[in-house]
């Protein structure tokens, strides 16, 4: 029984260990082989073994390494964390990632290697498991002085949370975050633990590393308590932005377009500049960004929102943009910096799935009978289906699936189907307008921005234009009621920003 043997310093440990878990029965342990997790790992199980004395309910307990194909060691790592799971009887398993693909070979890797690995181990929780690392009070310190560092203000200054919620979905418990370094050594020496030592934790070329190793030591030396009191600090911080979050909270929902993540930006010409700044970060943070930083904010303000009317501003922040359209502030993935080119494709009816080129999802057709399918509105959309298929821990989540239809008139037997991306030329005359247009001006009137004019999928039955699909119908493509069907065309996409769909049905109606 842990009873008799236990001091009060891992008393202490289980006690908080057991405070944070309460209320969560499914646990996966994120398992480096490392002092830290090693120690969690082993409290965890004497927990598990003893929850009757220490936890209201039994918990379920499985461990997973993550091989990030860095070091030369990782192989010995993961059989070691094999090792160590087995002793304790502890369901294990491997997850690979790779780090070094062509696309990532600029980017700082010690960055790409934890979003990676986060991203595989939210990807791996089941329903109701919850993710667990082993964070503890210095590794806090150090996130504060690198927050310093990088002049992230007092958001940044919270550090890390024991509790946190992730794309609002994914938990992430960090038991330790209360409890020293020095404690976790004195714990895994009594109860002689084994554990790895990562041969990069020495390399001082790594600022977190230069903190723990040249700068933390003489502090904590100098001012034994120091660590405590900067988790307090740190937690002040955390309520402040609790409580400021609060405050903005309702000027924030009149700004944000929650249907495409924009932001209206007029009104923040009214505010203060600490209140628009607070605004704009929280519209950053939004997107599950990395804490931005205030010069990045001021760049976005300055760039983007001052630039010239007629200008189009583009501000490159890691891998997204920020882009500008009209009254509102868009946030893109990078590779909506440039339209497409014009192409041409033809879709075989044979098949009635059309797969689109570029990642802009698939169009399907399916022919109804007019008797019995009468729209009485010749768009339907429904926003963020499938979103369970889309596991991708990434920024635009919950933008991401959409499906919309569209309804018109079948091809005649002699008409060959095709889709083309990109401008084309002449007036098109439009459902629900009188007279002809140049899609341009289309574009313009309905709201399209510049990145998606070049995506929108564009069904030609020959050589006539007859619908942009979701976006609008043309004359050619309306329903006839002689004839006997029609055509619904369902388009399944990723693109983000689809404001537009709505903005066309309402078009339509009028
Ligand atoms: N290879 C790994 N496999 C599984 N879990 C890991 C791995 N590396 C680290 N962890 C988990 O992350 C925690 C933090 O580890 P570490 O401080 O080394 O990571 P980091 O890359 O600096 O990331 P962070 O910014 O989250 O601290 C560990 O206690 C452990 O729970």
Redesign the pocket.
Known sequence: MITTNTSSENWDLYRKVTHCLVGHTRLV????G?L??TVLLDILTRLKNNSDHFTSSPFMLRA???H?GISNYSDEWASHCFNQCKIRGIPFSVIHINCYNAENKQRNI?AL??NL?YKKLYNRLNSKEILL???HMN?QVESLFLALKRGSGPSGLSGMSKNALYANKYRLLRPLLDCSREQLEMYAYKKKLVWIEDDTNTDTRFD?NFLRIKILPSIYQRWPCFNQVVARTAQLCRDQENLLNELLSESFQKLIDESDGSLLFIPLFQYSIPKRQALLRRWLLHFSMKMPSYQLINRIWKEVVLSRKDATPILQLDKYLCRRFREKLYILPVNMRCSLNRIELSWNIIHNVFILPYNLGKLIYQPLSINEHVPKNPFDLHLNINSSLNTSHDVFEKYKKVLTHCFVRSPKSDEKISIIFGNIDGLLYILGRNHGRHLKKIWQELGVPPWLRSRIPLLFYNKTLITAIGVFITHNGKIISKENTLWKISWLQDIISYKIFKNSVRYHLE
């Open positions: 342990l994120s398992y480096s490392g830290d997790s997973i390494y993550v990030h010690e290697a934890r690995r690392t082993a964070h590794d977190r």
